[in-house]
């Protein structure tokens, strides 16, 4: 008989909430699967399964117990064990009783560090059975739940009231108490089509078991290919294609147990309204897949699901029809509202709301981001008057009825009204792309104009906060600061901008009219905004020895700095490198600890070594003085590998520290030079062998 069977664990509940069911799934199935190896339990393969009322995790061929253990004890030393007449010690009788044996029975341990007293033991391994109870409630005690529910008069506490639990091992029933409830060997299928209780026989066979009698697909995966394809199959019933966001489908799955598509139709009036209206509403208020065609332009259809097989499917739709009409009515009329006003208009209601206590209301950072983008368009001999007004204009639809209803539309609808306007399109699309990147991951502004509008209300928000003492701690970020600056420095860079950090901040801070420490405040922010650098640096592939090796030079400019990187990732890759890493270390080394004058007079140098070394150096320096000029590092880099012969050679004939002090300056001179040249692009004595 085999000492592995599957392990099944299933909780009913009330319907669990949508947005968070696969987060629960994922990190019940993690915790249980973390216990289990941390008590040395071994399993070939496991699973969650997930539906609105049910968790449900699946271990294949889990060991019947855990593996015999060897278990040595120490006591006391050899010379502590004996009493002057050679009887055992107290501390040795003592070492025997905790180990619940006798001072005969005790052995002897001995290494190079000396011997004491030892006790070695087989410690069995529990069974499986009476281990998994505990790692159950364990499990199911650190889901992350943001608030727990306690039902009746029960002090149980979870995140929906509970109905039944099932486990078992080997098909067997494990009896145990979960949340209250006494385990079972059944489970319940769909609340309308299968509500009876299904017995589950065989837990390999849990999700067919469900399918077939309770009218329930148990796997969330293989729900989201169901809802997929039937979406896109009723949208092309319709001649259209249906638009599928991932979020909305994984939230569509964690609502049904048995996903039904139901096709719908609005009144194509409210095509009129931005496509981007339609969309949220449909998707986020009622869960809906918009349908388009092949051009990407909205038709008057919406595809639903519902959790039942209908025998009247048209009542379902009409009544979702019914439901939408109000909703987009809503938005026709926040729409019309909205135009009797130009998005100009909007700017001084911004004067009510506040942005932060120290640092007044929207409007005020509104002017404050005209002024930054006035100097950033200048820096990058863009259009001022575009970035202006872009900046100007950038906060305005926070007044408008649409966003006021949709706050998810914040930008796009300032597009919309801007080119209603007939302000410029580059002004228009400024106003959206300035909330850009709007997560990791997600594209830059395109445009030059939104790129200045973009990181002029980045730098305002970061130097604001920081000025008025609202540093970041831990995984505190109310104000969301680092993205802001992630977000500063993927526009700089992915959009190849020439712009000073340092620079950019002074100036955003001299615009603050609150008392404030500016040197400290301008460190802490420069010091940030490269921390959040560094971990950009770390995702795209370079190594943080690397980063070290720019970042000690200081690079004020991200795409300077990024430049500096490319060419110190290619030049420890040339077969000079680990020689003048080690070599410029060393320097850095000597520099540092001599105490006597350095001098940049190097005539007279007696060595002919020494001399072809500086002479080396001279022609270098004069070669490296156009690439540094157009900011080619990495042909620099190559450049001075050129060096390595004369370097070693230097090292291996030359004294440096000779009791001639004059010379020694020389040749520290000379050392100091070569260090020099190579910290115009990195300092390469950062990088690890």
Sequence with gaps: MSDKKHLLFELGSEELPPKTLLKLSNTLLYNIVQSLTSAELTFTASKAYATPRRLAVFIENLSANQPDKTVEKRGPAIQAAFAPDGTPSKAALGFALSCGTTFEQLGRLKTDKGEWLSFTEVVKGQATENLVTGIIRKSIAELPIAKRMRWGSSHIEFVRPVHWAFLSYGDKLINAEILGLKAGMTSQGHRFHAPQHITISNSALYADTLYQQGKVIADVEQRKAIIRSAAEQ????????????????????????????ITGTFDPRFLALPAEVLITTMQTNQKYFPVKNADGCLLPYFITFSNIESTRPESIQQGNERVITPRLTDAEFFWNQDRKSSLADHVSSLSSVVFQEKLGTVAEKTERVSKLAEFIATK?????????????LAKADLMTNMVGEFGNLQGIMGRYYALADNEPKEVAWAIEEHYFPKQSGSPTASSQIGQIVAIA??????????????????????????????????????????????????????????????????????????DRLKGYCLDQGYTADEFEAVNAVNPAEPLDFMQRLQAVQAFRQRPEAESLAAANKRIRNMLKKSDAPITDNLAGLPEAIEQQLLAAAQRAASDIAPLLARHDYQATLDRLSHLKNDVDAFFDQVMVM???????????????????????????????S
């Design 234 to 261: 009723a949208a092309a019933a319709v001649k259209g294609i249906a638009h599928i966001e991932e979020d909305l489908l994984e939230e569509i799955a964690a609502l049904n147990e048995w996903p039904v598509p």
């Design 380 to 392: 990058l001999n863009a259009d001022v008057t575009l970035a202006k007004r872009a900046a100007f």
């Design 457 to 530: 209300e980045k730098i305002d928000t970061l130097t604001g906060i920081f000025s008025a003492g609202l540093i970041p701690t831990g995984d505190k970020d109310p104000y969301a600061l680092r993205r802001a600056a992630l977000g500063v420095l993927r526009t700089i860079i992915e959009n190849q901008l020439v712009l000073n950090i340092p620079e950019l901040c002074d100036f955003s801070l001299g615009l603050y009219t609150h008392s404030f420490t500016l040197a400290e405040t301008q460190s802490a922010i420069i010091t940030f905004i490269f």
């Design 658 to 688: 000779t009791d001639d002090l004059d010379l020694r300056a020389k040749r520290l001179g000379l050392l100091s030079l070569l260090s020099e040249q190579f910290l115009t692009c990195a300092d390469i004595a950062k990088l690890q």
